[in-house]
Structures are given as C-alpha cells and as structure tokens.
C-alpha cells in the first residue's frame, strides 16, 4: 500500500499533463459568439462616402449572405481582401460589408483602390453595430442563413485554407437547406 | 541633482495620469452616476485586450464599450441591466468576474477541494505520527533490540 502512494506523484503530474495538453489545442482569446442561431440584431447603417445605398439587417434575409466586419485602418482586412474579391468574382455567395470606425472617405478610397467585393456596405463610424455583433477585432465574418440567422462567425483573415475547408462547405450546406 | 531627479518624476507622474483611460472628457455630469460607472469599468473586461478591464485599456473598443455603459446608465439601466446588456453581446467573458454557474462551478470549487483534501492529508500525517510517537514511548525495548540488530549485522559490536 505504502509503495503504490510514491506513484501518487506522477499519477497527479499524468493527470495534469494530459489536461494540460488537451488545453493547447484551444484558443483561449477566442471568445464564442452569442449570436450563433439567433437573429441578427438589428440595424439600419447609413452608406458610406460617395455611395447610394448602406446596410440594414433586413437586407440579408432571403438568401445565404456573408457579413464581413472591415476597416481601413485594419491590416489583417488588406490580406484578407483578396480572397473577399475571389469569392465575390465566384459568385457563389453575395458579401456585405460593414465599415467599422473608418474616418468619413477613407473606407470609399480603400475600396477603390483594392477593389469592392460588397454587394452593400454600412457605415458604422460610431462602433455601435459591432458592439450588438459582439465584435472583438476585424476582420471579422458571418454566415446568415435565408431566415436571417446568424448560423457561424469566423474571426480573423479568411484564409484560403478557412474557405475552402469551412465556410464554404458550410454555405452550400446552408444554401441546400429548405426554407424553414 | 536632487531637484532636477524629483521635477522629472514629477513630470512622468503628470503624463502618466493624463494617459489614463477613461480621460477627463469621458466624465459624466452627474457624480453619482460617473461613481457608478467607474465601479462597472472595473467589473468589465475589455474583449480585445483581455487581462485588462475596459477601465484599464486604451483600446478604441474599451472605449466604446465605456461609452455603452454610460449611455445606458443615462437611460436609467441598474448595474446588472447594464451587465446584462453587454454580457448579452459578449458572453460571460465580458464579466472579470466569472459568475457561479453551472459551467463555472469547478473553477470555484476547486480552491475549497484542495484545502479540503490538505486539511484532510495533514490531519492523517499528524495522527499517525502521534500514534508511532506513543508506541514507540511505551517500552524502549523493540528498538534497543533493532539498533543491536543493526550493529551486529555492520560488525560494530
């Protein structure tokens, strides 16, 4: 009895190990979205600089839609751009943009120079949009579904390899779904 | 040199406070309620930054969320309405204080089971030397005999 309590020790370090090292496989920054499978909050966002048309909530029901949160200002948004581009040139499923507390005309010069991969975008100077979309950083990106639900949030640069491997399986899966 | 050493001090401590966030022209009108947003600042964290609470943090966002509570202590929201607003939008990770719920519990309870179980461990450790301690007072002999044992077997005797 007394020699099995020396193993106490490293029975307590295997425990603890292997708690640990489940641990590293999470991302602990990652705070979960409170949004999956509930409405998207609503808003109504005016157009930025030099556009006709902005962005209210009501204009993403109906259909699978992407929300992309940008800005300016926002480096990741730059390297994420281009992959916004490709998957609008594909078609396969329209992208909305919000512009998030860019100074007036900057987000409009931005786009102009990289191109515009948004069917619609809004203006949200103020930050008060994001803040109800539980905005942590940008960018950041949705998937609505027909109903208007909010049905994933990706945070950070949408990746060829994130595209590829998840939103995209998971809009055609969306966009197969019945209308409920 | 002395002077010179405590004006510069001096000076750092002056930009030090003006860095500060929230800045002076965040405060509210009304004491009572800037008292009240200043104990929430401090009860939230800031999501971008996440070791800070927004009453810490210069990021735009905190700042934005600062201005959140505000407004929704001008609409006459309770401490926890505003809690609940944000926690709303953000989760319990908005919260610096993880609330005692469900998912929750072992963190809270974790602390206790340890005391708990090293209370328990040294009560037994204690026990059980005061029960060697009072068997080995009552003769003397068992251990005479061991330690004659012992020398004997190192040829000492």
């Known amino acids: 009895m007394n020699r099995l309590f020396l193993f106490l020790p490293l029975a307590l370090f295997a425990v603890m190990a292997a708690y640990f090292a489940l641990g590293l496989r999470e991302n602990p920054g990652e705070i979960p979205s409170q949004l999956i499978d509930r409405e998207l909050p609503a808003f109504d966002l005016p157009p930025i600089q030099g556009h006709v048309t902005g962005l209210a909530s009501a204009d993403l029901a109906g259909e699978v839609s992407l929300l992309n949160v940008f800005g300016s200002w926002c480096p990741p948004c730059a390297i994420e751009h281009p992959m916004l581009m490709q998957i609008s040139r594909s078609g396969v499923v329209p992208i909305y943009g919000i512009d998030w507390k860019d100074p007036p005309g900057a987000g409009t010069r931005w786009l102009e120079r990289n191109g515009n991969p948004y069917v619609r975008i809004g203006n949200d100077a103020e930050g008060r949009v994001a803040i109800d979309l539980g905005i942590t950083g940008a960018p950041e990106t949705f998937i609505i579904d027909r109903a208007g639900r909010v049905r994933y949030r990706h945070v950070g640069v949408i990746t060829e390899e994130v595209w590829d491997r998840t939103l995209l399986p998971l809009v055609e899966h969306l966009q197969a779904e019945d209308m409920p | ?157």
């Open chain 2, 1 to 157: 040199m002395r002077q010179i050493l405590a004006a510069m001090l001096a000076g750092l401590m002056l930009a030090g406070s003006a860095l500060a966030s929230p800045g002076p022209e965040e405060r509210m009108e009304d004491a009572q309620l800037e008292a009240r947003a200043r104990a929430l600042y401090d009860q939230l964290r800031c999501v971008v930054c996440q070791s800070q609470s927004i009453d810490d943090s210069n990021a735009p966002l905190a700042a934005d969320l600062r201005a959140v509570v505000r407004e929704r202590l001008l609409a006459g929201d309770s401490d926890a309405e505003v809690k609940a607003y944000l926690r709303d939008r953000y989760g319990d990770y908005v919260l610096m204080l993880p609330p005692v719920q469900g998912n929750t519990i072992a963190l809270w309870l974790f602390p206790l089971v340890v005391l708990a179980g090293g209370g328990i461990a040294i009560l037994v450790f204690v026990r059980g030397q005061r029960r060697a301690l009072v068997a080995g007072d009552d003769t003397g002999e068992g251990d005479e005999a061991r330690a004659r044992a012992l020398s004997d077997e190192e040829g000492l005797s």
